[in-house]
């Protein structure tokens, strides 16, 4: 009997310990699933945006191209310079200093004509040069701000009106002036050329622009802006 005793009292013992074992062992599986975990470090935007990738070409430095487009006047210039003989043209030399600053160096002619007296039919000839500034936005299209000055040369060369006959019958004048505009840009072959689509406004003032000669027909002088729209394909490298 007292075996008997010994051996019951033996396994209740066991059974006892090994259900507080368990329960330890539960216990302490709930703790680890109450952890915190560590705070992840954050990421700073700017490591967000160089991770996307550029529309801008890095590599580019140097560019080389040309232009064409059309060229006119507003305001009272708009009135007397209205007739545009033949397109603008363009040539233009680059260097970027970095992916969105380039700095851009232009030679650009265009022809224009009016039938105003006394002058009569004249023959009209702007040939200007233009140090620029352009700023790059990273997109697809890469849209560009233009600003810059530039030193213009316009020559009249007068008709058949009674302003002819006289010693003055081809005027010459070069004045300074500024410029400025926006434009858009496309890869036409990448990191190789690219096609520029621009428009931008030229402000210079002539030293016979207030000259009220052509009040007689309506117009009180010469004033307004130029403003020039054209395409130009440029190969960088």
């Known amino acids: 009997m007292d075996r008997f005793t010994t051996g019951i009292t033996g396994l209740v013992c066991l059974l006892f310990a090994t259900s507080v074992a368990h329960g330890a062992t539960e216990s302490a ?6 952890t915190v975990p560590a705070p992840k470090t954050p990421v700073s935007e700017s490591q967000v945006l160089s991770a996307e990738p550029s529309s801008l070409d890095a590599k580019r430095r140097f560019g080389v191209g040309f232009g064409a487009g ?3 006047p507003t305001g009272n210039a708009g009135f007397i310079y209205n007739d545009n003989r033949g397109p603008s043209l363009d040539l233009r030399a680059a260097y970027w200093l970095d992916p969105r600053i380039a700095i851009q160096l232009s030679a650009e002619n ?3 004509g009016y039938n105003l007296q006394p002058d009569g039919l004249t023959d009209v000839n702007l040939f200007r040069i233009s140090l620029q500034a352009k ?4 997109t697809t299209i890469r849209p560009h701000l233009i600003a810059g000055v530039g030193s213009y040369w316009r020559t009249d060369t007068i008709g058949v009106g009674s302003f002819a006959s006289n010693e003055n019958a081809k005027v ?6 500024f410029n400025f505009g ?6 036409v072959l990448p990191g190789k050329a690219s096609l520029q ?3 931008v406004a030229h402000d210079v003032a002539f030293a016979d622009d207030r000259d009220p000669k052509f009040m007689e ?5 010469r004033t307004g802006l130029w403003i020039v729209t054209q395409a130009a394909l440029v190969f960088t490298w």
């Not at 010459?172 to 002036?177: F, P």
């Not at 926006?182 to 890869?187: D, T, Y």
């Not at 027909?217 to 002088?221: E, F, H, K, L």
């Open 217 to 221: 027909a309506g117009v009180a002088d």
């Open 182 to 187: 926006a434009g858009i840009e496309f890869e």
């Open 172 to 177: 010459s004048q070069n004045a300074m002036g």
């Open 135 to 138: 700023y790059y936005f990273d």
């Open 110 to 112: 265009s022809k224009h």
């Open 70 to 72: 059309y060229m006119a």
């Open 197 to 199: 689509l621009e428009a």
């Open 29 to 34: 599986a709930a703790l680890d699933s109450l």
